[in-house]
């Protein structure tokens, strides 16, 4: 019997829902706790602390260690959302998967865009604060800068509104993104090992950070605790709320361990420790860090602060070698972050296109290193493009509303799920897993009402530009989605069946 739109919009695909695997077959299962983790981590420790103080503390001033505790907080209530949802649905494709489960196909292509939005232009945003960053480490170890036009975007966001600056490009970013392109298109697993090694080198410069930046502390920087209404907006509780909405897609983490599912052995049992595990290491490090910086200098000085991390340690010591080794961590930091949000994108694209709701190009897996290897130098193309000619200060709230979104949604889902599987999960399994503690709905509804708080703060453009993208993808979907979904083969099979 042919399906009335109604039903194809909310149509629902289990995780363990027979397909086609198309070109390439699947991906490789190599990938364990401990990579997983260091996913989740590589992800978020470093964008959020070695960039976004410079948006966030003039906005809410030394009262940002709030914002990134709210940031934490909702983070932390999706985390075990996300937690549950990937126990019961572990499949590559994270948010948009769970979506797709539960509260059916259009709300999951949605989430989709969603979740495209967040990964390329958080991967364009750390790529281009990499440029900072490796101009600084230039700087204090050969006394030498990268020429001004070839480390500065097109497009900036200036005191009249947008400018644009013929002839300028920032490099950098471009070739970091070619790096990172190289790498995963190699494999999976060797690019979980080094970005495993470069999360451990990172956790260990901020901890060198904030032992040196702590010499300095001053609690009069602390003093007044909220920032005062000026250009950047209203002060107070209102500016703490603006620059967690900021600071938020730092918790991204948790949304590129879930991409993870389809290339994890055992991901029952390690894609929820790995969400939870990796929360409490960035949350740990976040606080440490965002208290030392603030305690290291007065808020008016975060504004428009280049290197801002390696500046402070500069500042606090009188000499240039703490600066110099706190960009080279950078250096090494920023590079695991952009691998690995390009490696979520890709694996969210690769979902998508598996259930046929984009083109097949993006689901072609290269049977040798069992990568996508076309999908993975579109997405390169698109993020180095972005990052080279683009001003990041249009790009951080974006990538927070994208991610608030799709964590509003994850939250949604778990209820839903827990109404068709029951407590126990899905027919077949031994043993509950992971689920969200105190019932379905406390933890969820705190979740959705978190999200909506941040989102609240974030600005009027962010709005506009987050309303046209997602006009574009509904438009994609009812265009091509809709009428090449394999879930349109798979009714139409099961209709031949019932006849």
């Given at each position: 019997?042919?399906?009335?739109?109604?039903?194809?919009?909310?149509?629902?695909?289990?995780?363990?829902?027979?397909?086609?695997?198309?070109?390439?077959?699947?991906?490789?299962?190599?990938?364990?706790?401990?990579?997983?983790?260091?996913?989740?981590?590589?992800?978020?420790?470093?964008?959020?602390?070695?960039?976004?103080?410079?948006?966030?503390?003039?906005?809410?001033?030394?009262?940002?260690?709030?914002?990134?505790?709210?940031?934490?907080?909702?983070?932390?209530?999706?985390?075990?959302?996300?937690?549950?949802?990937?126990?019961?649905?572990?499949?590559?494709?994270?948010?948009?998967?769970?979506?797709?489960?539960?509260?059916?196909?259009?709300?999951?292509?949605?989430?989709?865009?969603?979740?495209?939005?967040?990964?390329?232009?958080?991967?364009?945003?750390?790529?281009?604060?990499?440029?900072?960053?490796?101009?600084?480490?230039?700087?204090?170890?050969?006394?030498?800068?990268?020429?001004?036009?070839?480390?500065?975007?097109?497009?900036?966001?200036?005191?009249?509104?947008?400018?644009?600056?013929?002839?300028?490009?920032?490099?950098?970013?471009?070739?970091?993104?070619?790096?990172?392109?190289?790498?995963?298109?190699?494999?999976?697993?060797?690019?979980?090992?080094?970005?495993?090694?470069?999360?451990?080198?990172?956790?260990?410069?901020?901890?060198?950070?904030?032992?040196?930046?702590?010499?300095?502390?001053?609690?009069?920087?602390?003093?007044?605790?909220?920032?005062?209404?000026?250009?950047?907006?209203?002060?107070?509780?209102?500016?703490?709320?603006?620059?967690?909405?900021?600071?938020f897609f730092s918790f991204i983490?948790?949304?590129?361990?879930?991409?993870?599912?389809?290339?994890?052995?055992?991901?029952?049992?390690?894609?929820?420790?790995?969400?939870?595990?990796?929360?409490?290491?960035?949350?740990?490090?976040?606080?440490?860090?965002?208290?030392?910086?603030?305690?290291?200098?007065?808020?008016?000085?975060?504004?428009?602060?280049?290197?801002?991390?390696?500046?402070?340690?500069?500042?606090?010591?009188?000499?240039?070698?703490?600066?110099?080794?706190?960009?080279?961590?950078?250096?090494?930091?920023?590079?695991?972050?952009?691998?690995?949000?390009?490696?979520?994108?890709?694996?969210?694209?690769?979902?998508?296109?598996?259930?046929?709701?984009?083109?097949?190009?993006?689901?072609?897996?290269?049977?040798?290193?069992?990568?996508?290897?076309?999908?993975?130098?579109?997405?390169?193309?698109?993020?180095?493009?972005?990052?080279?000619?683009?001003?990041?200060?249009?790009?951080?709230?974006?990538?927070?509303?994208?991610?608030?979104?799709?964590?509003?949604?994850?939250?949604?889902?778990?209820?839903?799920?827990?109404?068709?599987?029951?407590?126990?999960?899905?027919?077949?399994?031994?043993?509950?897993?992971?689920?969200?503690?105190?019932?379905?709905?406390?933890?969820?509804?705190?979740?959705?009402?978190?999200c909506l708080y941040l989102v609240?703060?974030?600005?009027?453009?962010?709005?506009?530009?987050?309303?046209?993208?997602?006009?574009?993808?509904?438009?994609?979907?009812?265009?091509?989605?809709?009428?090449?979904?394999?879930?349109?083969?798979?009714?139409?099979?099961?209709?031949?069946?019932?006849?």
């Amino acid at each position: 019997m042919k399906q009335t739109l109604g039903q194809k919009l909310f149509r629902t695909k289990t995780s363990g829902h027979k397909q086609d695997e198309g070109h390439g077959g699947g991906l490789g299962r190599s990938l364990g706790l401990f990579p997983l983790t260091m996913i989740g981590v590589g992800a978020t420790i470093g964008t959020g602390i070695f960039f976004t103080m410079v948006e966030a503390v003039p906005k809410a001033g030394p009262a940002v260690v709030l914002s990134f505790l709210f940031a934490a907080i909702t983070a932390g209530l999706t985390a075990l959302c996300y937690a549950e949802l990937a126990n019961r649905v572990p499949a590559s494709g994270s948010s948009y998967s769970f979506a797709y489960a539960t509260v059916g196909e259009f709300a999951a292509f949605v989430v989709a865009a969603c979740l495209l939005l967040e990964y390329g232009l958080a991967a364009s945003a750390t790529a281009i604060g990499w440029s900072d960053y490796l101009n600084n480490f230039l700087q204090n170890a050969i006394g030498w800068q990268i020429p001004t036009v070839l480390r500065s975007p097109m497009i900036v966001s200036g005191a009249h509104g947008i400018e644009f600056h013929a002839g300028h490009v920032n490099l950098p970013p471009i070739l970091l993104v070619i790096l990172c392109c190289v790498l995963l298109v190699r494999g999976t697993k060797e690019s979980a090992t080094t970005n495993a090694i470069m999360v451990v080198i990172k956790l260990a410069i901020l901890v060198f950070f904030a032992a040196i930046a702590l010499t300095g502390f001053d609690v009069n920087n602390f003093h007044p605790f909220f920032a005062s209404p000026d250009s950047h907006g209203a002060g107070g509780m209102a500016g703490v709320t603006a620059a967690a909405g900021t600071v938020f897609f730092s918790f991204i983490g948790i949304d590129t361990i879930a991409t993870a599912g389809e290339e994890t052995r055992n991901p029952t049992r390690d894609v929820p420790l790995g969400i939870l595990a990796a929360l409490i290491i960035v949350t740990v490090f976040y606080m440490l860090v965002a208290i030392a910086a603030m305690g290291a200098q007065p808020a008016h000085m975060f504004a428009g602060q280049e290197a801002g991390l390696a500046v402070i340690l500069q500042n606090v010591t009188g000499k240039a070698w703490p600066a110099l080794v706190l960009s080279g961590g950078a250096v090494i930091s920023v590079f695991s972050v952009t691998l690995v949000t390009i490696y979520g994108q890709t694996r969210i694209l690769y979902a998508i296109a598996k259930d046929g709701l984009i083109p097949k190009a993006f689901h072609k897996v290269n049977p040798r290193t069992q990568s996508p290897i076309t999908n993975t130098v579109i997405v390169s193309l698109v993020v180095g493009v972005v990052a080279g000619l683009v001003d990041s200060t249009f790009l951080w709230d974006m990538v927070s509303m994208g991610t608030l979104v799709a964590f509003i949604v994850v939250s949604i889902a778990v209820p839903v799920i827990r109404r068709k599987q029951g407590e126990t999960g899905r027919k077949g399994e031994t043993g509950r897993g992971f689920r969200v503690p105190f019932g379905p709905y406390l933890v969820p509804g705190l979740s959705i009402l978190a999200c909506l708080y941040l989102v609240h703060g974030l600005s009027t453009i962010t709005y506009t530009v987050f309303a046209i993208w997602m006009t574009v993808a509904i438009l994609t979907y009812f265009g091509y989605g809709i009428r090449h979904s394999r879930m349109n083969k798979s009714d139409a099979s099961q209709a031949e069946l019932t006849h």
